[in-house]
């Protein structure tokens, strides 16, 4: 997976990092690399992107 952190964090320490692949989102602490990270189907993270940014 190629994970991007957003453009907004900037140099604060409190990120996250998301991935996208063509069937899966995964999402994981930007601190903790190696640690573990949360997959949803895209379907999943679209619905969680969609309320969101209401």
């Given at each position: 997976?190629?994970w991007r952190?957003?453009?907004?964090?900037g140099?604060?320490a409190?990120?996250v990092?998301?991935?996208l692949?063509t069937?899966?989102?995964?999402v994981?602490?930007s601190k903790?690399?190696?640690?573990?990270?949360?997959?949803?189907?895209?379907?999943?993270?679209?619905a969680f992107?969609?309320?969101a940014t209401?």
């Open positions: 997976m190629n952190k957003s453009s907004y964090s140099t604060e409190n990120c990092e998301v991935a692949t069937s899966a989102a995964g994981r602490d903790h690399t190696a640690g573990p990270a949360l997959i949803f189907s895209l379907s999943a993270f679209r992107l969609t309320r209401s």
